[in-house]
T-cell receptor
Framework: NAGVTQTPKFQVLKTGQSMTLQCAQD?????MSWYRQDPGMGLRLIHY???????DQGEVPNGYNVSRSTTEDFPLRLLSAAPSQTSVYFC??????????FGQGTRLTVV | GENVEQHPSTLSVQEGDSAVIKCTYS??????FPWYKQELGKRPQLIID?????GEKKDQRIAVTLNKTAKHFSLHITETQPEDSAVYFC???????????FGSGTQLTVLP
């Protein structure tokens, strides 16, 4: 039981490049979400999903896309990376018992 | 949308003393309030949570209190130890989507 697994752990992109951050969970959780963490600002919700095939926007969705084709996977796509997207990204999953469990994070730098 | 404010932003205590971190929320419909501990370079980890139908919850040295009328909740850590040093985040959530709105965090330092 690995919990929530994110890849990669570190990534450097050039402005304008695209990439996908991977997130997988093996706890059969319905709910998955993506957060970004910036210094002094806590974690902010980017997108979330309440089940396979269902996604919705969070607080800061611009510049990101998501899809949820399976219960296990919830990838986050950066369409055209910008320096403002330099951040640490966390994926989380939760079940009907509310508690959210986080992946180990992806540190992204856009130059 | 929901807004969560957290105070203080930094807190230093002597080992063995108690630490209290306070949060306020804006949306009276919020019904779930977790606290996360994050060590440097690590993921946030849930340490305790409380639902809106409960006023207080304890787990060994950690307790959380909730005042729904005033819309604030607090984390209490007793008999602090150096390994309690970390950033602590409060959060609030409502409904079935499990969306969390986080406070801005408190850097707790326990001095030996």
């Amino acid at each position: 039981n690995a919990g929530v697994t994110q890849t990669p752990k570190f990534q450097v992109l050039k402005t304008g490049q695209s990439m996908t951050l991977q997130c997988a969970q093996d706890m059969n959780h319905e709910y998955m979400s993506w957060y970004r963490q910036d210094p002094g600002m806590g974690l902010r919700l980017i997108h979330y999903s309440v089940g396979a095939g269902i996604t919705d926007q969070g607080e800061v969705p611009n510049g990101y896309n998501v899809s949820r084709s399976t219960t296990e996977d919830f990838p986050l796509r950066l369409l055209s990376a910008a320096p403002s997207q330099t951040s640490v990204y966390f994926c989380a999953s939760s079940s009907g018992q509310f508690a959210a469990f986080f992946g180990q994070g992806t540190r992204l730098t856009v130059v | 949308g929901e807004n969560v404010e957290q105070h203080p932003s930094t807190l230093s205590v002597q080992e063995g003393d108690s630490a209290v971190i306070k949060c306020t929320y804006s949306d009276s419909a919020s019904n779930y309030f977790p606290w996360y501990k994050q060590e440097l370079g690590k993921r946030p980890q849930l340490i305790i949570d409380i639902r809106s139908n409960v006023g207080e919850k304890k787990d060994q040295r950690i307790a959380v209190t909730l005042n729904k009328t005033a819309k604030h909740f607090s984390l209490h850590i007793t008999e602090t130890q150096p390994e309690d040093s970390a950033v602590y985040f409060c959060a609030a959530s409502k409904g079935s989507a499990r969306q969390l709105t986080f406070g801005s965090g408190t850097q707790l330092t326990v001095l030996p």
